[in-house]
């Protein structure tokens, strides 16, 4: 299983960004996947959730109105959109997938998570 994260990189306060994730050997269509991101000192807290076909979402509080994520199932990969960028945006980003849930289901917690991505480091500048 690999999970690739991509898009991450140095913006300003109230710039834009899209991470995206590009899943091989899992069963993408059949997964929830998500967004986490850490920062140093602190444990991975969830950003946002996806269920299998992208019926249902979920986003953390200190996000939501400004990040979106979506997936595209024919090319296994899931997006995140990242508008508004606040300085405590700034952390690595992580994608996940949990394999075993049901079809709209999100996951908020790290432990519903099977697999996960490398990360990718998004810095906002104030």
């Known amino acids: 299983v690999q999970l690739q994260a991509s898009g991450g990189g140095l913006v300003q306060a109230g710039g834009s960004l899209r991470l995206s994730c590009a899943a091989s050997?899992?069963?993408?269509?059949?997964?929830?996947m998500g967004w986490f991101r850490r920062t140093p000192g602190k444990r991975r807290e969830f950003v946002a959730g996806?269920?299998?076909?992208?019926?249902?979402?979920g986003y953390a509080d200190s996000v939501k109105g400004r990040f979106t994520i979506s997936r595209d199932n024919s090319k296994n990969t899931v997006n995140l959109q990242m508008n508004s960028l606040k300085p405590e945006d700034t952390a690595t980003y992580y994608c996940?997938?949990?394999?075993?849930?049901?079809?709209?289901?999100?996951?908020?917690?790290?432990?519903?998570?099977?697999?996960w991505g490398q990360g990718t480091q998004v810095t906002v500048s104030s």
């Open positions: 996940a997938a949990d394999e075993n849930t049901v079809s709209g289901a999100v996951s908020r917690t790290e432990d519903h998570y099977d697999y």
């Open positions: 050997g899992v069963s993408f269509s059949r997964s929830a």
């Open positions: 996806i269920s299998w076909w992208g019926t249902n979402t």
